[in-house]
């Protein structure tokens, strides 16, 4: 099942909805057990991310960071 992908390079200036924004509808796109990579450098977005997901009902099952990206990827609960 490939991964979806959102990469917030474009919205370094953003940590509002715009960034999230694209995040959840992205998220609403999933099917049950499906993933949403998120990458961003900017460490407000990764905390909304989570903050977000939490409260969304998604898990978050892998974190990482490389060159100062960081990468999420968000598991929609399985129905």
Same mark, same amino acid.
């Given at each position: 099942?490939?991964?979806? *992908?959102?990469d917030?390079?474009? $919205? ?11 995040? *959840? !509808? $992205? ?26 997901? /939490? !409260? ?9 960071s490389?060159?100062? *990206?960081?990468?999420?990827?968000? /598991? *929609?609960?399985?129905?």
């Amino acid at each position: 099942m490939p991964l979806r *992908r959102v990469d917030l390079a474009g $919205a370094e200036e953003e940590c509002g909805d715009g960034a999230l924004g694209r995040v *959840r !509808r $992205a998220y609403d796109q999933l099917q049950a057990g499906e993933r949403l990579e998120v990458l961003t450098g900017v460490a407000e977005q990764v905390f909304a991310v989570r903050a977000w997901s /939490r !409260r969304a009902g998604g898990e978050v099952v892998e974190e990482g960071s490389e060159m100062g *990206r960081t990468r999420l990827v968000v /598991r *929609r609960p399985e129905a």
